[in-house]
């Protein structure tokens, strides 16, 4: 069994910084194909950042583009989100997740309009608030 954890979400000024973790545990975890996606109450999923290690491929929304950076410590099997200059509509709920198995187009991945059906393993969210 495969678990993500994420850690790092809490509540800071508009301009402030977070980092959040994705921990991943469990039997033979070799995902190379992960990314972190948001989501507000009432609204749909979005795809933030993706990182397909097998070709150091990275995607960055466009909203997030320059201020945001997804890395990973293969080591410590552990997905990074680093996120600088926050603004308020940053604020949402922020999952993790984890390709099971298949290729990897990242930017595709991210950016489909049902990532449940690409990515098999999620985490249970870090909440991010942003005040003005």
């Known amino acids: 069994q495969v678990q993500l954890v994420e850690s790092g979400g809490g509540s800071v000024q508009s301009g402030g910084s977070l980092r959040l973790s994705c921990a991943a545990s469990g039997e033979s975890f070799s995902s190379n194909c992960m990314g972190w996606f948001r989501q507000v109450l009432g609204g749909k999923r979005e795809g933030v950042a993706g990182?397909?290690?097998?070709?150091?491929?990275?995607y960055y929304a466009d909203s997030v583009k320059g201020r945001f950076t997804i890395s990973r410590d293969n080591a410590e099997n552990t997905l990074y989100l680093q996120m600088n200059s926050l603004k308020p509509e940053d604020t949402a709920m922020y999952y993790c997740?984890?390709?099971?198995?298949?290729?990897?187009?990242?930017?595709?991945?991210?950016?489909?309009?049902?990532?449940?059906?690409?990515?098999?393993?999620w985490g249970q969210g870090t909440q991010v608030t942003v005040s003005s």
């Open positions: 997740a984890a390709r099971r198995r298949g290729s990897c187009n990242i930017g595709y991945l991210i950016t489909a309009g049902t990532p449940s059906a690409f990515f098999g393993y």
């Open positions: 990182l397909y290690t097998g070709l150091g491929s990275t």
